[in-house]
């Protein structure tokens, strides 16, 4: 039986699933108000209750994200500051993007194009630094610029109405970004690309077995022989009940992220010869 | 036997006054006879039989008239000549002319030969209203008579025995084609149909009755510069209020592109402005005019909530006004910079000075409108833009190289088994 792994603590995954249910909640409950124009936004409002119930989910879902934003945050800052994990703000544990990112990148593209071989990488690959900074960002702005709508009565004492223009348009900018981003590019780096597909359940599990980490992640393998590590995250296999929990929840959210995505690209592209009436 | 008696048991002289009398009797008799004739008695006497009908065109026409009909019509009192002129003698002519109510009615003929009914008419029309046509013919009753054709609630069944017909419209040309139907379903309709409404408005209130014109043309009580005038003999207060408002103002002094009554409610099936439907159809109507001013309120929370078909949120109306709109120059506009915070804190409570300067039609298109708005829309176009151009061939290249790669390990497999085969068959040999 092949050895596992731990990549993911439980505190990372049970942030990620806080994420997965919030980001699904919000987009599903804002989206038909950016695109009021669809069909589908117009059945999917008034079958969800209506512009106002429609509210009171994207402003609960707002909560939890802002929540599982805080937490993560906290959990940051813990380990910085007060374990000194030094190396989670930088070095190869860290998701702060590092001049090797960038040869990787180089060799990840030469690769594409038939130039070079497939190149290996450490932790953390460039690709899902990408991802972490995008969700990230994209937190901190929609964020921000949500909750200035929310209590546009406060913030209209602090700022000029016309914040509250800017304020929705990047809302809804950021957040065509961001949906865009998860349901295209997240879904295939991480789960739908030719070696991953369906899906990869490492981020529910929180296990990589001992082929898949010398296979993907050589450096960090070697590195964390040489530093004498490798049996500090030693893992039991993850069990039938884990990993098929894994493959309902994540199969159900990566369903539902794609046909928001499909529904997104629809109103995008089919309604732009809509007149806007 | 009895006659024979008595002009034999006479004396000469009496015989000969006798067939004096006679003669003249029958001398006379087309007159007398004639007299008989034209009485409604003697009129009846067929035409009052159940069953008396006639072929005309290979149809049968029943020719039958009810006494109590005749007698309780507002003609009750008159002889059938009195409109069946052209009857002398009986037996009658198998066809009759048309009676002519002008010989009475000289007032509602000219206006009638005048409106659009009366010049389709004497062009030779025949499925064109008569005066029979929408008053009955020997049923005829006072149009105050409830059971009138004409009367306020009949008369949107009679005027819609045409105008509910789409082939006819077709045939005359009429851009309306349904408007019973619309009118039936109108808020004017409903209080007519379902309440009994005499106030309720119905073809005539609006149309007039004898006078009736295409709305395209000036003379017509629904033309353009009539329209306020007309819906304003009842909706006086509202007509008060339009008058003074820019759209009214506009209309009166000749704007062709000024909406009149007619322009946002529609001519027949006028809503209740409760309904949610009419809430969200006159903020398109608005469009029609403004499109400008609805493109940009789709863009904000505003426009937002109701495209998706939800009314509590501000639509046109609940800043702009809806008879008493005024330009935002007019001082007295709700919109107008010393109202707007009133008119916002109608739903936004906290709304001041500051607040207000909130732009219910930005436009992240137009740099002086708002410029901060401008770039960071232009930003952001750029920041989707980049970021999907990148990704997206990153992603592309990625999908390309896996699939490459996979072909070719499954290309290496089977070309090494099929080597590898070989290599046993010579073996073998």
């Not at chain 2, 004017?188 to 005539?204: I, P």
Request: charged share 15%; hydrophobic share 40%; net charge positive.
């Amino acid at each position: 039986m092949s050895k596992y792994y731990f990549r993911f603590s439980l505190s990372h995954r049970l942030l990620h699933g806080l994420l997965i249910l919030s980001f699904l909640g919000l987009v599903a409950t804002g989206m038909p108000l950016r695109y009021n124009q669809a069909p589908w936004a117009v059945a999917l409002s008034h079958t969800l209750g209506g512009f106002r119930v429609m509210g009171f989910f994207h402003r609960t879902f707002a909560i939890l994200l802002t929540l599982c934003f805080l937490l993560h945050l906290a959990l940051v800052l813990y380990r910085g500051w007060i374990r000194k994990q030094w190396k989670i703000l930088w070095g190869p544990d860290s998701l702060v993007p590092q001049p090797t990112d960038l040869i990787d990148f180089y060799q990840h593209i030469r690769w594409f194009i038939g130039f070079g071989p497939k190149p290996v990488f450490d932790r953390f690959t460039y690709w899902e630094k990408f991802d972490y900074w995008a969700v990230f960002w994209g937190m901190a702005i929609i964020g921000t610029s949500g909750f200035v709508l929310w209590f546009h009565g406060f913030f209209s004492r602090l700022f000029p109405g016309w914040l509250f223009n800017v304020a929705l348009l990047i809302h809804g900018e950021e957040a065509l970004l961001a949906a865009g981003f998860i349901f295209a590019i997240h879904f295939f780096n991480s789960h739908l690309r030719p070696g991953k597909f369906p899906m990869d359940l490492v981020i529910f599990t929180g296990r990589l077995s001992e082929e898949e980490l010398c296979e993907e992640r050589p450096y960090e393998y070697g590195r964390l022989q040489k530093e004498g590590l490798l049996e500090s995250l030693q893992a039991d296999p993850p069990p039938l009940w884990m990993k098929n929990l894994s493959r309902i929840l994540g199969g159900v959210s990566v369903a539902i992220g794609l046909l928001l995505f499909i529904l997104i690209l629809f109103a995008v592209f089919m309604g732009r010869n809509a007149v806007h009436v | 036997m009895r006659l024979t008696n008595i002009t034999f048991g006479f004396a000469r002289w009496k015989r000969t006054l006798f067939w004096l009398a006679l003669s003249s009797v029958c001398f006379l008799s087309p007159y007398i006879l004639r007299a008989q004739a034209t009485s409604k008695e003697m009129c009846l006497s067929c035409h009052g039989v159940q069953g008396l009908e006639k072929v005309r065109d290979g149809k049968s026409v029943s020719l039958y008239i009810p006494e109590e009909t005749l007698s309780r019509s507002a003609h009750g009192a008159l002889e059938c000549v009195a409109c069946h002129a052209d009857i002398s003698e009986i037996p009658h002519a198998s066809e009759l002319q048309p009676p002519q109510c002008s010989s009475c009615h000289a007032d509602a003929s000219r206006d009638y030969a005048e409106s659009v009914h009366g010049t389709a008419y004497a062009r030779g029309a025949k499925d064109v209203a008569t005066c029979s046509a929408c008053h009955g013919n020997h049923n005829i009753l006072p149009a105050k008579n409830p059971d009138s054709q004409v009367y306020p609630l009949n008369l949107p069944r009679t005027c819609g025995g045409c105008h509910g017909d789409p082939e006819l419209a077709k045939r005359h040309s009429i851009p309306v084609t349904n408007a019973y139907q619309l009118y039936m379903d109108s808020i004017h309709g409903q209080a007519l149909t379902r309440s009994g409404l005499l106030v309720a408005a119905q073809c005539l209130s609006c149309h007039g009755s004898h006078r009736i014109f295409p709305a395209s043309d000036p003379r017509s009580t629904v033309h353009r510069t009539h329209t306020p005038d007309t819906c304003g003999n009842c909706h006086v207060g509202v007509l008060k209020t339009f008058t003074s408002s820019i759209h009214g103002r506009e209309a009166k002094a000749g704007n062709p592109a000024a909406p009149v009554c007619a322009n946002c409610h529609t001519a027949h099936q006028i809503k209740r402005v409760e309904m949610d439907s009419w809430k969200l159809e006159i903020v398109r109507e608005c469009g029609t005019c403004h499109a400008e001013s609805l493109r940009t309120y789709r863009d904000t929370f505003h426009g937002q909530v109701t495209a998706l078909g939800f009314t509590r949120v501000a639509r046109c109306s609940d800043c702009h006004g809806s008879h008493d709109i005024l330009a935002i120059s007019d001082p007295d506009s709700s919109v107008a910079p010393s109202r707007i915070v009133g008119t916002c804190r109608k739903c936004h409570s906290s709304a001041n000075a500051s607040f207000v300067k909130y732009d219910p039609h930005a436009d992240p298109h137009k740099r002086a409108r708002n410029p901060v708005l401008y770039y960071t829309a232009r930003f952001m176009t750029w920041l989707l833009a980049g970021v999907f151009g990148f990704f997206g061939l990153h992603t592309i290249l990625w999908a390309g190289r896996s699939f490459l790669e996979r072909h070719r390990e499954n290309h290496h497999h089977s070309g090494s088994a099929s080597s590898q085969a070989t290599n046993a068959e010579e073996g073998k040999k």
